[in-house]
């Protein structure tokens, strides 16, 4: 099937859309520093649709999910490490340290996630000789 000139057309008026709103965002841009910072930091690729302020609330969520997600690997990983164990090493409660939080309490505690556990932060068994 080829492309007929309304096809054309509207790839056109989309273009010259894009084109309109970048050039309103370059300009502000240019008048804000703190605008241009935060720009340069975004990686627009993976945000699905547009940049209205429904997307850029989605994104902000997703982007703060993912830093408390990581956050909360990088402190398994950390207790893992001075314990000496993997990740992967029973907690005292004896489940998994993967089976702990996803994210870190705001004091810094990674409980156990499954429900009929009651183990408030994870604190790796020891390692027996």
Known sequence: MSTTSEDLNVMAQRAETRRKALAVLLDAVDGDRLLAAALAR????????????????????????????YAALAETQRRAEAAGVIRAHRCVCGHSGIN???????????PC???????????FAPVRP
Request: charged share 35%; hydrophobic share 40%.
């Open 100 to 110: 702990h939080a996803y994210r870190l309490t705001e004091d810094e505690r990674l």
């Open 42 to 69: 975004l990686d627009v690729s993976d945000m699905g649709g547009v940049l209205d302020r429904a997307g850029l609330d989605a994104a902000r969520a997703e982007a703060e999910a993912d830093a408390a997600n």
């Open 113 to 123: 996630s499954l429900a009929e556990c009651r183990c408030g932060d994870l604190d």
